[in-house]
C-alpha cells in the first residue's frame, strides 16, 4: 500500500527566503507525482506534474525534482513571497493512465512572513 | 473553459441525517473522483468513474456512502445516515488525460 509523508508539517519563513519542502513516498512504482497548492476554504490547485521518465519540472519560481528510486520529490520555491503562503501537498498517482488513483501526503503549511 | 462546479459550497447537518453533494466536472472529462478531506490531513479517494461505471470504490464507506454519474456528465454523492466523523471537505476532481482538476470542494459539518 502506497503512503505518502510530508516533512515539515508546518513551516514559517521570512519573505525573500528560499525553501525546499519534502515529499517521500513507499512504493517507487509510480506513474505521475504532482504538486498541489491548497489556500484556506478553496480547492486544490496544480503546481508541477513530474511524469516518472522525469526528474524534474519548473514554472517559474517553482521547480519540483524526483528521484523513483529513493521514494522522494522536492519542491523548491525561490525568493519567496506573502502569497505563496498557503498549504502545500504532493500527490503520487499509481496506475496506469487509464486507471489513475493520487494518493496524498498530509501537506505542509507554509507561511511566509513579510 | 469553465472549472469543476461542485454545491452546496457549505452545508451543515445532525449527526443520522442524510445529505446530498452535487459536482459538475469540466466538459468532456471522461474521469471523475471524488475525494473526502478530513482537517489536517491530505485527500482521500472515495470512488472514481470511468464515463458512468465505477473503476475503485474500495475506500467508500458503502453502508452510508453511495454515489452515481448518470449519464457520465454530472454525480452525486450521498451520506446516509452522517456520523460526526463524516465532517470533511468533500472535493470533486475531473481528468481527460495527465492531470486532475478539482473543484472548490463542498464543506459538511455533522453535529
Known amino acids: 500500500k502506497q503512503e505518502v509523508t510530508q516533512i515539515p508539517a508546518a513551516l514559517s519563513v521570512p519573505e525573500g527566503e528560499n525553501l525546499v519542502l519534502n515529499c517521500s513516498f513507499t512504493d517507487s512504482a509510480i506513474y505521475n507525482l504532482q504538486w498541489f497548492r491548497q489556500d484556506p476554504g478553496k480547492g486544490l490547485t496544480s503546481l508541477l506534474l513530474?511524469?516518472?521518465?522525469?526528474r524534474e519540472q519548473t514554472s517559474g519560481r517553482l521547480n519540483a525534482s524526483l528521484d523513483k528510486s529513493s521514494g522522494r520529490s522536492t519542491l523548491y520555491i525561490a525568493a519567496s513571497q506573502p502569497g505563496d503562503s498557503a498549504t502545500y501537498l504532493c500527490a503520487v498517482i499509481n496506475g496506469s493512465q487509464g486507471a489513475q488513483k493520487l494518493v496524498f501526503g498530509q501537506g505542509t503549511r507554509l507561511t511566509i512572513n513579510p | 473553459e469553465a472549472g469543476v462546479a461542485q454545491s452546496p459550497r457549505y452545508k451543515i447537518i445532525e449527526k443520522r441525517q442524510s445529505v446530498a453533494f452535487w459536482c459538475n466536472p469540466i466538459?468532456?472529462?471522461?474521469?471523475l473522483y471524488w475525494y473526502q478531506q478530513i482537517l489536517g490531513q491530505g485527500p482521500k479517494l472515495l470512488i472514481q468513474f470511468q464515463n458512468n461505471g465505477v473503476v475503485d470504490d474500495s475506500q467508500l464507506p458503502k453502508d452510508r456512502f453511495s454515489a452515481e454519474r448518470l449519464k457520465g456528465v454530472d454525480s452525486t454523492l450521498k451520506i446516509q445516515p452522517a456520523k460526526l466523523e463524516d465532517s470533511a471537505v468533500y472535493l470533486c476532481?475531473?481528468?481527460?488525460?495527465?492531470?486532475?482538476?478539482f473543484g472548490p470542494g463542498t464543506r459538511l459539518t455533522v453535529t
Open positions: 513530474i511524469q516518472s521518465s522525469q
Open positions: 466538459s468532456g472529462h471522461a474521469t
Open positions: 476532481a475531473s481528468r481527460a488525460s495527465y492531470e486532475q482538476y
